[in-house]
């Protein structure tokens, strides 16, 4: 029921979900891609198509109609007509003789023209001969018919298959063989530093790359060079991409963007040959920048079995990347930018000193870093007088500028649908909650009971929130269905930016997340489904401080299972278990004593307080969404904050 997780988990909003219901001008040496030559070259190869396909019907219909001229009989028959001397002329080949007969046609009146497949027969010549027939051998060259037959088709449809490649998938052809790397001309809109808010501490590390492709001299006079490559590590959606072609309009100078996956294709080797011309384009464009997005596509740690030789290719490409940036002068001004939110997989090969031997972090935005993205953003729309970018800013912890720009987008688009003719704060706060807790769903009506039941669990929610120490402050509680099962959320803010936990936050989040599943039980007697989700967070929470974080007194500061960890992606698994059963059994029993702790703690406060939840599910079920100073009015008197 009221399920707590959420995209953002750093926005504490609790969600309730019911499972199983519903349920201008070109710089010298610079060569830009030119449409006007690629739709030329198109028209030549439309041209030859057609050329040859013309060239193949006349030959077949040629066959055909010299073919359909001639009678083909049996061979007994000829040499019967031959007997008869019915036979006026003949020509003998190879594979055919043809020839004329006395006869006559009924339908022309002409003599009838035949064709027949010969036997090896030594004495054909001397019967025609007696028999007076004009006769001639002919050995005719078979070269050309071979081919027009056999050639010309295969070239046709191999002409034919590059010439559909190039319309379906552009100059790469049918199999997207050939250069995928993508250089920006200088006609787009140039991108600077003044178009990347926040992000400052990157921004002054690329400073120095900045510098060295518009005057190479300045580090090459004391004997230093500028690193030949350069990582960007960061969460997705953190501007990695916008960063390298900032660096690019910065220093003015050629940008090549590929990505890791356009690299790899069906053939092994393509991708070894794009990696050679990528850098050949590179030097010849010198001073440039090369920028390889999602590293990781083809930067994987080699090693392990290859199924089916399905990692050749990605390996032949790495080993050719390597190379490359082995073997060319830094001082010719190419510099290598690569982008990648798996760090952790990246080959050590790719990650040693002379490749990219800088790694810069664009981390998450912090408060003022997301009020600088959303002015960035916010200057592209109308903004009403009662918009607060610094309040929109602090609702968003944990968001990337991606999201930022989704939620300026997504208020725009709000403001349009109700016919305003500015963006208001509302706009904003419906856009926050449609990105964290998804789209209101007008059409789910829930029941009387239900309603009320879902009142009760976002209050018990609620109400721990605002009476344990260390709960962040409660923004909003809503009971309004939205995204695929959340019949209700409670949305906290955090006060201050915040990087670490202590035991006392975490055993304060775990009694918060079990508040609604036992506000049911108060108020109902029984509890629901939809407290699913509630618990398998409790449940990972308890499950870290016990094996990972060491905050347990019977099992000791110690970590229980090697874990694998995605730095920027979140994601992690259990990789081994190195402990044996009777140590699982009393993790079990820890993880079990934490979250029994958790759940007779909030249940003391909310039968404690109980008439601070009725009257909080009342006003839920009255208006369905209340403010966090509606909440504090409400809940009234806290007592035993801090504790």
Same mark, same amino acid.
Request: aromatic share 6%.
């Given at each position: ?32 891609? @030119? ?13 030859? #198509? ?19 001229? =001639? ?139 900045? $510098? ?24 997705p959606g953190t501007g990695k991409t916008l960063m390298a072609r ?23 080797? #393509? ?62 001004g190419v510099v290598v930018m690569a982008a990648t939110n798996r ?23 912090? =408060? ?53 003719? !500015? ?12 990105? #964290? ?8 009506? =829930?029941?009387?009971? $239900? ?34 099962? !959340? ?31 036992? !506000? ?42 090697? @874990? ?10 259990? $990789? ?38 009725? @009257? ?28």
């Open positions: 029921m009221g399920v707590r997780a959420t995209p953002r988990p750093d926005c504490r909003a609790s969600a309730m979900k019911w499972p199983g219901l519903n349920g201008p001008t070109k710089k010298p040496g610079i060569e830009l891609n @030119r449409p006007a030559d690629d739709n030329a070259r198109r028209g030549a190869n439309t041209r030859l #198509v057609i050329y040859l396909l013309m060239l193949l019907g006349f030959w077949l219909f040629w066959q055909n109609t010299e073919r359909a001229a =001639l009678e083909e009989i049996p061979y007994s028959q000829f040499m019967q007509y031959l007997e008869q001397d019915q036979v006026v002329s003949a020509v003998v080949r190879d594979e055919a003789i043809t020839g004329v007969l006395k006869l006559q046609d009924e339908q022309t009146g002409k003599q009838r023209a035949f064709v027949t497949v010969p036997l090896a027969d030594d004495k054909l010549a001397d019967l025609m001969a007696k028999h007076g027939v004009q006769y001639s051998v002919r050995h005719e060259s078979r070269w050309l018919g071979t081919l027009l037959s056999w050639v010309l088709p295969f070239a046709f449809l191999f002409v034919l298959w590059g010439w559909m490649g190039r319309r379906m998938g552009g100059a790469g052809g049918f199999l997207n063989i050939g250069d995928r790397a993508r250089i920006h001309p200088e006609t787009l809109p140039k991108v600077t530093f003044a178009d990347v808010a926040g992000a400052e501490e990157a921004k002054e590390e690329l400073r120095e790359c900045i $510098e060295f492709l518009s005057d190479p001299a300045r580090i090459q006079r004391l004997g230093g060079h500028m690193p030949k490559g350069v990582l960007l590590l960061g969460a900032a660096v690019a309009g910065e220093a003015e100078v050629p940008f090549f963007n590929i990505s890791g996956s356009e690299f790899i294709e069906l053939f092994v080797g #393509v991708g070894a040959a794009r990696v050679r011309d990528l850098f050949q384009q590179a030097r010849e464009k010198a001073p440039c920048i090369i920028f390889i997005d999602e590293l990781d596509a083809i930067g994987r740690s080699r090693g392990g079995p290859a199924i089916m030789g399905g990692h050749d290719e990605r390996e032949q490409t790495l080993n050719q990347l390597l190379t490359e940036m082995d073997g060319f002068d830094p001082s010719i760090p952790e997989v990246l080959d050590k090969a790719l990650l040693r000193a002379g490749r990219f031997d800088r790694q810069i972090t664009v981390d998450k935005p912090d =408060l003022a870093a997301r009020r600088q993205i959303l002015e960035l953003h916010a200057k592209k729309l109308t903004l009403d007088n009662d918009v607060d970018l610094n309040l929109v800013a602090q609702r968003t912890p944990g968001f990337v500028g991606a999201d930022l720009a989704n939620i300026a987008n997504e208020a725009a688009i709000l403001a349009v649908r109700h016919d305003r003719a !500015a963006v208001s704060m509302a706009d904003f706060e419906a856009a926050i909650d449609r990105v #964290v807790a998804g789209p209101e769903r007008k059409h789910r009506v =829930l029941g009387a009971q $239900e309603k009320r039941r879902v009142a009760y669990h976002e209050s018990g929610h609620a109400l721990v929130a605002v009476v344990v120490p260390t709960g962040e402050p409660v923004h909003k509680v809503s009971i309004i269905p939205r995204g695929v099962a !959340a019949l209700g959320y409670t949305m906290q803010l955090p006060v201050e930016e915040k990087f670490l936990s202590t035991e006392g936050e975490l055993s304060d989040q775990l009694a918060i997340l079990l508040g609604g599943r036992i !506000a049911e039980q108060i108020a109902f007697g029984d509890v629901s489904s939809g407290a699913a989700n509630d618990l398998e967070r409790a449940s990972e929470i308890a499950r870290d401080m016990v094996m990972r974080l060491g905050m347990s007194d019977e099992l000791g500061p110690l970590t229980y299972g090697r @874990r694998q960890q995605s730095l920027y992606l979140g994601e992690s698994y259990l $990789e081994e278990k190195n402990y044996s059963e009777q140590t699982a059994q009393q993790i079990d029993k820890a993880v079990k004593a934490l979250l029994e702790d958790s759940y007779q703690r909030a249940r003391n406060i909310l039968e404690t307080r109980r008439p601070a939840l009725d @009257r909080l599910a009342e006003a839920l079920q009255q208006r369905e969404v209340i403010s966090g100073e509606e909440v504090k009015a409400l809940v009234g008197e806290v007592a035993e904050r801090p504790a």
